[in-house]
């Protein structure tokens, strides 16, 4: 079954200092997203992409986050200037025809 | 506002037991509804889902039955095993126009299987 590929796999950063979360979705699929979830808590919806823009964005996302799609594969949420409660595990996702495929996810430990 | 609430876990069972976790939703719309699954160390998968009324999702041995009279999607399976052993999410998406596909998600159950 195809993957939804995430990298690294855990990131441990200072507090203040930039992180850039790497993803490459399905090949063929058009919807991307980053959700996020802070340990004990639950999944939360940060941002979805379509067709290179943002459709949508929570409350979360603020102006610290930003969202890329460099070339035709990667997808990468990047964060300003990370804060303790930045910590969390970040899943990366995409879908198509109504079908949504996670990645394992980047635990985020910001110190 | 539109959310998920799950039973609290974690959820332990003997093997072969029958299980239940209740999935309640408040939606404004006609959403779709899922249960994705957590094994330790992966990502989310899909276990099932439900896209109307009255349909029943179902896949491996797991199966939920969208109700919309009660806002209910509660995840069922007759006889758990050890291999059962994961968190498991109950979701909905698929409300409004400009639907961007986003998922909604509960906390999350903790089932833990014995054998």
């Known amino acids: 079954e195809p993957e939804v590929t995430q990298t690294p796999s855990h990131q441990v950063t200072q507090m203040g200092q930039e992180v850039i979360l790497r993803c490459v979705p399905i090949?063929?699929?058009?919807?991307f997203y980053w959700y996020r979830q802070i340990l004990g808590q639950k999944v939360e919806f940060l941002v979805s992409?379509?067709?290179?823009?943002?459709?949508?964005k929570s409350e979360i996302f603020d102006d610290q986050f930003s969202v890329e799609r460099p070339d035709g594969s990667n997808f990468t949420l990047k964060i300003r200037s990370t804060k303790l409660e930045d910590s969390a595990m970040y899943f990366c996702?995409?879908?198509?025809?109504?079908?949504?495929?996670f990645g394992q996810g980047t635990r985020l430990t910001v110190v | 506002g539109n959310s998920v609430t799950q039973m609290e876990g974690p959820v332990t069972l003997s093997e072969e037991a029958f299980l239940t976790i209740n999935c309640m939703y408040t939606a404004t719309g006609y959403p779709s509804l899922f249960w994705y699954v957590q094994y330790p160390g992966e990502g989310l998968q899909l276990l099932l889902k439900?896209?109307?009324?009255?349909d029943k999702g179902s896949n491996k041995g797991f199966e939920a039955t969208y109700r919309k009279e009660t806002t209910s999607f509660h995840l069922e399976k007759g006889s758990v095993q050890v291999s059962d052993s994961a968190v498991y999410f109950c979701a909905l998406s698929g409300l409004g126009s400009g639907n961007t596909g986003k998922l909604i998600f509960g906390q999350g159950t903790t089932l833990q299987v014995k054998p």
């Open positions: 439900a896209t109307k009324a009255d």
């Open positions: 996702a995409s879908t198509r025809q109504a079908r949504t495929f």
């Open positions: 090949s063929n699929h058009l919807y």
């Open positions: 992409f379509y067709n290179n823009e943002i459709s949508e």
